[in-house]
């Protein structure tokens, strides 16, 4: 097999450097990339939004505003940031000095009205991608390349059929992007989960970057199923039927921090990532889970590929002939790639679904008969036909639960 290659370079910033913990790295962030494979989609770069908060707290003084906590205003001082320029556009400033990194470095206040219907819309592909005619140091445990697999619209309303999937827009130095993600159970807080699935491409541009920001989770974004032209004049609520949820907290692996890069196959067999959620207008009361009344249970002891009957992967593809707006899903046995011999090997499967299916989960039946998140699309190639996702083991055990323990007592 031979190491997978991007068709285009995508330059990056080096973020600043400061130790982190051996497995894991956080922050709260928004923003992705368009790296590797079918990735994310840039879109363009306005952000007309205003008003603020922090996404770690969603305290509301009960008049509907929402409070900005001393310490995410400290936080951002301590960085050399203003709150209310931050707000204003200042975090669209990608210096390396000020594109923060590590896991402490977490900061991702909320923008009231960032993500409204147009700029979810725009939010389209990058033309990123790897190239499989450029494979190189086969590792014995890579299976032949799969057929194609056409992806399959999800029929409408996608709240009826696959409850527990969404989109994740975010900002990068490249500009708007997205990608796919998928409302996870949190052991801590049974039946009310704030945790969605996505992944790590998707929170932190990998070993010459840091965390994207603004980023934001859409739960069955277009939930209709409407065409671009019909989303043109859609509200708010029709693009976001169960509300705009930011993050404020994300955490993924250590190695996709120190690994992941522009080189598709760099550190995708440690492609994932978590994060926790709270609603932008400080909601109900009612958890993400209760919102949307579905969460995945995630398998970190998945069988092996020859035992794995069949894995259907959901997600919003955007790079052409799709245009994101509308739900995809792909269903096939699963085969193995292999990136690196010391990495896991990831899981393979033909699926016709391009950029903006990144991060997208990819369920399979448990011991139990029950579905279960098994993966999430890392990478593809230019062409399409193929995507491959990791296999989630203890590093990504590691990180889920970091994250969940993290607001066990919240």
């Not at 936080?75 to 210096?95: P, R, S, T």
């Not at 196959?265 to 993400?288: C, F, M, Q, R």
């Not at 249970?297 to 997600?315: E, L, R, Y």
Request: hydrophobic residues 35%; aromatic residues 8%.
């Amino acid at each position: 097999m031979r190491s997978i290659r991007p068709s285009v370079t995508v330059r990056r910033e080096r973020g600043a450097r400061r130790r982190t913990s051996p497995v894991l790295a956080a922050a709260a962030l928004a923003a992705a990339l368009a790296l590797t494979a079918t990735a994310c989609n840039s879109g363009d770069d306005k952000a007309d939004g205003q008003a603020s908060a922090s996404a770690t707290d969603s305290g509301s003084s009960g008049d509907g505003k929402i409070k900005i906590p001393d310490d995410i205003k400290n936080k951002l001082k301590e960085h050399g940031f203003d709150i209310d320029k931050w707000k204003h556009g200042a975090w669209k400033n990608w210096n390396k000095e000020d594109w923060l990194r590590e896991a402490d470095d977490f900061i991702n206040p909320i923008i009231k009205g960032l993500w409204n219907p147009d700029r979810m819309r725009k939010a389209n592909d990058p033309d990123k991608g790897v190239d499989d005619s450029d494979l190189s140091g086969d590792q014995g445990v890579t299976d032949p390349t799969p057929a194609p697999v056409d992806a399959k619209a999800v029929a409408p309303t996608y709240h009826a059929n696959a409850a527990a999937s969404g989109k994740v827009f975010f900002d990068s130095p490249e500009g708007t992007m997205v990608c796919s993600a998928t409302v996870v159970e949190d052991p801590a807080h049974p039946g009310k989960s704030n945790l969605v699935w996505t992944a790590g491409h998707c929170v932190h541009a990998g070993k010459k970057g840091g965390w994207y920001r603004n980023i934001a989770f859409v739960p069955s974004y277009n939930n209709a199923g409407r065409s671009a032209a019909q989303l043109q004049n859609a509200t708010r609520e029709e693009a976001a039927p169960y509300g705009v949820w930011w993050g404020d907290w994300a955490q993924t692996s250590q190695q996709w921090i120190e690994k992941g890069g522009e080189t598709g196959g760099d550190g995708a067999s440690y492609d994932y990532a978590v994060i926790h959620v709270t609603p932008e207008k400080g909601g109900n009361g009612k958890s993400l889970e209760e919102t949307v009344g579905s969460a995945l249970p995630v398998d970190f002891n998945a069988p092996a590929v020859p035992k794995v009957p069949s894995i259907t992967a959901t997600g919003y593809p955007a790079a052409a002939p799709f245009d994101g707006q509308k739900m995809f899903q792909c269903t096939d046995k699963p085969g193995r790639l292999s990136i690196n011999a010391s990495d896991p090997t990831m899981y393979r499967i033909g699926c016709t679904m391009t950029g903006g299916s990144s991060g997208g989960g990819w369920v399979a039946t448990g011991s139990d008969g029950k579905p279960a998140l098994v993966s999430n699309t890392s990478i593809g190639p230019v062409t399409s036909g193929w995507l491959a996702g990791p296999r989630l083991g203890e590093v990504a055990k590691g990180v889920y639960d970091s994250v969940s323990k993290k607001f066990a007592g919240q």
